[in-house]
């Protein structure tokens, strides 16, 4: 057995990420292998220092997703975090912090499915393990495996400055901006099979489409066509499985060829790892499906077998099997070369791990997994090796799967299931975009969602570097004059989230209070302020940071209405606390600041 580490370092970062392979070179089956802990650290700390260990949840699609967490750890304690269903951001996040009174550790996790990290403290330090739980499985002669990937940075002094520079690392090592550079542009799409598809037959037609680029192309500040599941026969999510057309729609190529005359890029949804009983590959590939006996059921109470009146399971194509890795990689290149696709959104509503459990024999629990990420990365990287202007936009159900691994690689343009539904009393979604935004923000740089309502207090709640715009632009009531003010807002503002990100309140789901945060540089950025629904604090004194200290700033300060007033204030002023005024609840304010 040869285990091999590669270790990258990032001296200006401070960080240092490292991958392990394992090979067996001998041609006999090797040992068993029941730990693997990629991440082994132990740490000294005198019994007398905090130890903090600090995070947010994974994605639930509820009010509760990406929630920050605090936990003090003891002497004595021990914490395990691992996330559920296969998916690496469900239940649970792959970055996280510790940190003592001065300094810490920023550290994230790659790995797509389920990865685990633990936290133990005794009297003379801590230790952090991670890697892949209850995994029992020997090598088979000559067989190769890769691992989860880990990035650990360090820290002293700002906690907030040191996730800046967490950011920054991101930005230009683990993302889509690597192959971009200064081309990188999240979507800003119109965005309406939530809204439209089940409700208008006509709407998943090819002149309904056509139609929505018109409307798009009327809304104004849109940069990209958004074909979500809509496309195939059978129609989403029974007809998941079909690559051939619903009916009529006649094929992408007129419709995007229609996006491009309009200066639109185009964007198309797929889910191939997910399959429905009956549909084309069901019936032309049986053979690279995982799937459960008729009635059998995953976890969650979900159908194994294909036949899910609910319509949420289905099998699931077996990226362990390279046959069916190479499949599904011309398949969809194909696509995306016949049909000029710009952005391929892929999405995942399956619980993968009961199949990949299924699979495993009793001496090789885990191995299924194992060769399941290698055949996603793969085809992942080869879509990306043969088309260099393509971006991916990851989707699995939501923010289910983003970790290291899937950032290096793509983007999150759906970063919750919550841009599903309008704002409602039970669904407080500008409430949660603003917690989203907050919590998020701290550690990736390229996430997005919708909006349903061109408000001012509801798009800047969504605001991001990208947005999708479930607009009603179908009814006659539509106020596009509205939609433009707004979505010219964020197209003025939307480059400052690859900026530096300061988080000015917490990340709650209380009502009571304002919700704060500012994206930017000592050059320019942007403040945006929520004074929420049972706030009764009409002004509030806010402290901006990341100013030079020796300028003045041009504030142009835009209301709820988005009535625009400017003024020069010194950066002393801004940074001591600068009072802004919001008259009534749930109204907001965006403040760009300017350097003179």
Known sequence: MEFTICMKQYPEFGAVDWQMTATNHSDEPSRFLTELDIAYLGIPLPPQEPLIHKGIQGDSCTGESFLPFTNKVEIGDSISIRPRNGKSSQGAFPFFDICGSHDGLICGIGWSGTWFYELSRDKDGFILKSGLPDVHFYMEPHESLRFPRILLMAYEGDAVAAHNRFRRLMKEHFSPKRRFGDQMKMPMALQNFDRYSYKIPQWNTTSGQMQEIDYAERCAYFDVYWMDAAWFAGGFPKGVGNYSFREGLDGLSGISKYAYEKGLRTMVWFEPERVYRGTETAREHPEF???GEPGEEDAQGFCMDGIDPMGCAGMLLDLSNPEAVDWITELVAGFIEEKRIDIYRQDFNLYPDTYWAKKDSADRKGITE??????LYRFWDTLLERFP???IDNCASGGNRIDLESCARSVFCWRS???CYPASESMKTA???????LALSGYIVYHAIASWDPSAYD???????????SFDVRSPACDFERIHVALAECER???YWEEDFYPLSEADLREDHWSMCQFGSQDSGVLLAFRREEDREERHTIALQGLDMDSDYLLRISDEEHHMAERIVSAGSLAAGYAFELKRPRSSLAVEYIRQ
């Open 289 to 291: 499906l995982l799937q």
């Open 370 to 375: 194992i060769k399941y990420m290698e055949g």
């Open 389 to 391: 202007h393509l971006l």
């Open 417 to 419: 299931d919550t841009g």
């Open 431 to 437: 409430l949660w975009n603003q917690n989203q935004n």
């Open 459 to 469: 798009m800047r709640s969504a605001m991001s570097n990208g947005l999708a715009g």
């Open 493 to 495: 503002l939307r480059k």
